[in-house]
């Protein structure tokens, strides 16, 4: 596994006036998760990752629930509520997906950024951005969002 897509990424530096961004989790061992999400809801996505590739990464989407995240959590909180009323054509626990998507590494400022930061550039869009910045390498069990249905 490459330490280079290690870490979480996250496109909210590059959505100035946006009302979405998403995340994506790459850890060592192969396992991740993706979230997506704007005022109205979110979307979380259980992954697994591979390089395949020198600028090629392969991601097999495992489990995808939608719901929105907790108002009664503590602030900085990653537990979802799921809803798998929200996307009949999707229900909530559906995966599968295999993408292959080219990345390239590189710096960069971006808009809501202090400084320079290492930025992900995806071929396409994943999860609905094609941009993401670093938001930090290490990752830890507590980093997985929790899902918990309604009450």
């Known amino acids: 596994m490459s330490d280079e897509l290690v870490g979480l990424w996250d496109s909210a ?3 100035y006036g946006s009302m979405e961004a998403s995340s994506i989790a790459l850890h060592a061992d192969g396992s991740g998760w993706s979230v997506w999400e704007n005022a109205g809801g979110a979307a979380l996505t259980v992954l697994r990752w591979t390089r395949v590739g020198p600028s090629t ?12 995240w907790d108002p009664s959590a503590p602030v900085g ?16 626990g559906a995966g ?7 990345y390239e590494l590189g710096e960069d400022v971006p808009p809501l950024a202090e400084g320079p930061m290492v930025v992900l550039r995806l071929a396409e ?27």
Not at 57 to 68: H, Y
């Open 13 to 15: 530096p590059y959505e």
């Open 96 to 102: 599968g997906d295999v993408v292959e998507l080219g």
């Open 57 to 68: 990464v392969k991601i097999v989407e495992r489990e995808t629930f939608f719901g929105t």
């Open 125 to 151: 869009s994943y999860q609905g951005m094609a941009t993401y910045a670093l938001s930090r390498r290490d990752l830890g069990p507590a980093d997985v969002p929790t899902v918990a249905e309604p009450a």
């Open 77 to 92: 909180s990653r537990l979802i509520l799921d809803d798998p009323d929200d996307d009949p054509e999707e229900p909530a």
